[in-house]
């Protein structure tokens, strides 16, 4: 059994999806409508950069979903392969919502019309240079967890990313952050600081959970016998009102991508099918489980050599 998996922001580069673009006029098509859609080149930035402009929020989410929706696209209809048959569809974070458009759930144009509000609306929710994003290597979940709730008193941060074991991102103000790193330097754990430019997935995103909130809430979802995963809860739903809610969750919540693989993993899967730019979440599924296979899929050549 396979489950189809959609990458989040960070997988973004320059030229991504070039090739389909030039070979496939559905994906030619895909792209004109997405640059009508927001009434903005975002063909030219994916195609051409610069990187600056590739890599705001607002432009990097949309980015990254017409190119994992392309490609998908391309799989199921002139490659004639149907990963309709997946078990599970997921995403991590911006790849949710790839993960419910390829799977049925919400149209093209509504998804990445979504994601253009959610990018801008994630990255005003503070302001520029007072939030951020830590990474901390080598260390469980309960390790940090346990780090974060004995330090409450002199500083909030959450985790934002459970990517496995060995790779926690943690959110919150600049301020608490340079108190984090002296504490993960004083007991010789490895951390990085990311270069974001917002601290996402924790309580300082709430003004984009309320701008999310009405954007999601007027906007009709359709019926699907495709399953989810969804990252608040790292189980299945496929209720479409319930997914509207957990979209909603999702912004101020942390991504439980390790949690989910387990669960997709507990329940049959033994096959990951990555579809959208880089490499990025099948290294985090070989790391929390190295018996599974794994297809990343980002050239025609990946798709010749897809088995299911």
Known sequence: MFSVIFPGQGSQLVGMGKDFFEKYDLVKRLFKEADEVLDLNLSKIILEGPKEELDFTCNTQPAIFLISFSIFKVITQEFNINLHQ???????SLGEYSALS???YLDFAKTIKLLRIRGDAMQNAVPKGEGGMVAVLGKTTENIEKILYDNNKNFTAEIANDNSDGQIVISGKNTDLIKLIEILKSENIKNIKLPVSAPFHCKLMNKATETMRKEINDINFEESKNVLISNVTATEISDKNEIKKLLIDQIENRVRWRESVNYMIKNGVNHFIEIGPGKVLSG?????NKDVKIDTINNENDINNLKI
């Open 86 to 92: 997946a078990k599970y569809f997921a995403g991590h």
């Open 102 to 104: 390829s799977a049925g």
């Open 284 to 288: 985090l599924v070989k790391r929390i």
